[in-house]
């Protein structure tokens, strides 16, 4: 019986072990089935990694050399030797490997030949498992319109006039290459299905790096016309994103994170374009100024402003195709982020101050008024020692490409153009704050950059604790007729230690009687604590700048280093006063948290603005002629006191304006006094390129807040004004400014 049952035994147990055995195979299938997509996205992830890191190489060659590489490194005749991907590899860390090329050799000379297996991995797509040794699937796109021309001269960025965020720096191709030859994707072909096609080797579309180091997913579906049209540097195309994009991956610009679902950054830009603010980014509610009548408040007093945040910031929403929310639009800022041609003072002042009126080109029978402000700029010679302390916050919520990374790129760039003279020291806040180098001469700067390479994000974000620590390295290090300066470089999102704004603004306040500055620099989306930023710059002596991309960081890091980091004068305030005969009543346009007391204007111990080297300070009034005040509301007049006549006296100027201010180690206020006397101009075609360009950038920001003052102005009007106003605009921000207005208007905001 028991040898009839054993048989029976050892049979079952095979099968229940062949069941088994079955059941985990299918099981494993099912878990590497379900992989797949996670292998996909890791693979594309890396992919967005080396593109990143090819796009900052990009920034780093036009930092040097003030251009883009050419396609092909070009012998004296013009031909092409070897790839622009050999020109900038001494921005991806290899300077040796560079070193090792006969750049007057072509790529497959013997010598050249040799290296072309040593290929670094940011050439190799992780995605593409046929790339064979030595060859890229990453190219740019050769044609007489694109950043890279067939003639090999080279592009600069004034030349992008489409803007770096609309023009294609490197796309994927299927057709690989050997990485050090001069082949490129052909623009006839670039966007035409085929080989030759920009089409890489990823489920459902493509990789592509803009010349602003956004990395875009282009979904396969996508129109040959639009990529056509992102090819051209110049070419004026407003193009929507939901076109084309399948979904921002990684960027030096502003932009969703990798992790963020198409729907919920399409969701984003929804509950932007409805005035909401996404996330946890936090705005100071701005009312509008309204008009005043002369007879009631003759003289309009405020500090001035020389932050450039809202600017860079509403232009990072337009470049994801989401309206900015309204109390992220700051006028001010907006029209103090460009250059004007008045010229700097000629006497002793720091400070020259010009002053020009014009028809109002929103309001039939106003006039406008513009004030324009020039500090004395100042060159690198000219430029005093700085001992300068880099404020980084590398808390967690820093993580993404368009934070840590990103302020490291724009510190590294700023580092190698500061001179012996100056000095670095580097602290950081997390959970805690930490001296990660003492205070270091420049002299010795791949010291300082090995420094800055090291830092990493994580923690929690204590800012107060950094801010002591910050300031008692600036103390201890302070240069006695030098610049003193901490710069902080922050999301603003303060959430451990002293955590309120309050808290955190009170703190500052203190710390600036020291003597020392304060630069702010925000970086990032989502979480942007911009009302703290701009208080903290304030309160702190200092000016508040939000980076958007790499390109941000070099204009406010380097090409205006002398005034970000050299204050000329401190504690800058305006009075105006309006001759009643002239001017029944005026509007100041932005400032509104700038605003202050009359009598605030000759008191001294207020605080007020700081104007460093070679600012550009613009305000803007509009004006309403005497006579034609009555649909402005008026004050009951006086039943105690015996009113004075309005007539005014019999003078040709329609406002006077004075400014004070202090020299930046003084305390005690000096005067600089000017009178208007409008000339009547009867359009505003006959009025500079300045004021034509300030009220094109006015008009766009009441468009954008949906203003009451916003009278006839239209997306149109304000193009209208702007084009023919850019003037000479050597780097290109004035026809960048056209483009954002294009983009606004495509939106419908």
């Not at 006549?645 to 005067?671: F, H, N, Q």
Request: aromatic share 6%; with cysteine; hydrophobic share 40%.
């Amino acid at each position: 019986m028991s040898g009839d049952r054993w048989p029976g035994r050892a049979g079952r147990a095979r099968w229940e072990l062949l069941a088994l055995g079955g059941l985990g195979l299918g099981l494993l299938a099912l878990i590497l089935v379900a992989m797949q997509p996670v292998r996909h996205s890791l693979r594309r992830n890396r992919c967005t990694e080396n593109l990143r890191q090819i796009g900052l190489a990009l920034q780093e060659y036009h930092n040097a050399f003030g251009c883009y590489p050419p396609a092909a490194i070009v012998d004296r005749q013009g031909k092409p030797l070897l790839s622009w991907r050999v020109a900038i590899l001494p921005y991806l860390g290899a300077k040796e490997q560079y070193a090792k090329f006969k750049l007057d050799e072509p790529w497959d000379s013997p010598h050249n030949l040799a290296l072309m297996n040593d290929r670094p991995r940011v050439f190799a797509c992780p995605g593409d498992p046929e790339t064979r040794p030595g060859m890229t699937g990453y190219q740019v796109v050769v044609g007489a319109d694109t950043a890279f021309p067939p003639d090999f001269h080279p592009v600069t960025m004034a030349g992008i006039t489409d803007g770096t965020s609309n023009t294609l720096a490197v796309g994927e191709t299927r057709r690989d290459v050997p990485w050090t030859k001069p082949e490129d994707v052909p623009a006839a072909s670039a966007a035409v299905p085929g080989q030759g096609a920009l089409q890489g080797p990823h489920e459902g579309g493509t990789q592509m790096l803009f010349l602003d180091g956004s990395v875009r997913f282009v979904e396969s579906t996508y129109e040959p016309s639009i990529v056509a049209a992102l090819l051209t540097r110049a070419g004026g195309e407003v193009i929507s994103a939901d076109s084309y994009d399948g979904g921002y991956d990684s960027t030096t610009a502003a932009v969703p994170p990798a992790s963020a679902s198409s729907y919920r950054r399409r969701e984003l830009r929804a509950a932007a374009a409805k005035g909401g603010v996404p996330c946890t980014e936090n705005y100071e509610p701005i009312a509008d100024n309204p008009f005043l009548r002369v007879r009631d408040k003759p003289r309009s007093t405020f500090s001035v402003d020389v932050d450039t945040a809202s600017y860079a910031n509403i232009r990072r929403f337009l470049d994801q195709n989401a309206a900015p929310p309204k109390d992220a639009v700051r006028i001010e800022e907006m029209l103090n982020y460009f250059a004007y041609d008045d010229p700097p003072p000629t006497d002793d002042a720091p400070i020259a101050v010009h002053v020009e009126a014009s028809p109002c080109p929103w309001a039939e029978g106003h006039r406008l008024a513009r004030i324009g402000l020039t500090a004395r700029p100042i060159g690198r010679e000219g430029r005093p020692a700085s001992n300068l302390v880099f404020l980084i916050d590398v808390s967690g919520s820093m993580t993404d490409t368009n934070k840590l990374p990103l302020l490291k790129s724009g510190l590294r760039a700023m580092v190698n153009h500061l001179g012996e003279n100056d000095r670095v020291a580097i602290v950081v806040y997390a959970g805690a704050s930490g001296l990660v180098l003492p205070s270091t001469s420049c002299h010795d700067k791949a010291k300082i950059l090995a420094a800055l390479d090291s830092l990493e994000s994580g923690g929690s974000t204590n800012g107060g604790a950094g801010i002591q620590l910050a300031y008692e390295q600036a103390v201890a290090n302070f240069l006695k007729g030098g610049t003193n300066r901490v710069i902080l470089a922050t999301d603003g999102d303060f959430n451990v230690g002293v955590a309120s704004q309050g808290e955190l603004v009170r703190l500052i306040e203190t710390k600036a009687k020291s003597g020392v500055f304060l630069t702010v620099l925000g970086f990032g989306m989502g979480n942007l604590k911009d009302a703290t930023l701009e208080q903290l710059a304030d309160r702190g002596n200092g000016h508040y700048a939000y980076i958007d991309s790499l390109r941000e960081a070099k204009k406010v890091l380097i090409e205006e280093m002398g005034s970000t980091l050299v204050t000329v004068a401190k504690d800058v305030k305006i009075q105006v006063e309006f001759n009643p005969a002239k001017v029944g009543a005026y509007r100041l346009i932005g400032y509104e948290n700038r605003l202050l007391r009359a009598e605030d204007f000759n008191d001294d111990t207020k605080d007020a603005g700081e104007v460093g080297a070679g600012h550009h300070v613009t305000a803007l009034y509009e004006l309403i002629p005497a006579g034609r005040e009555d649909k402005v509301p008026a004050i009951d007049p006086l039943e105690f006191q015996k009113e004075r006549s309005p007539s005014g006296e019999a003078r040709d100027e329609s406002m006077v304006v004075k400014l004070r201010y202090k020299p930046p180690a003084g305390e005690e206020s000096r005067l600089i006094r000017t009178g208007l006397i409008d000339g009547g101009l009867d359009s505003i075609s006959q009025a500079s390129a300045d004021l034509r360009f300030a009220a094109a950038v006015a008009g766009f920001g009441m468009l954008l807040r949906d203003s009451p003052h916003k009278g006839s102005l239209t997306y149109e009007a304000v193009l209208e004004l702007a084009a023919a106003a850019t003037g000479t605009d050597a780097q290109g921000y004035r026809r960048e400014f056209v483009g954002l207005v294009g983009k606004a208007r495509s939106l419908g905001r």
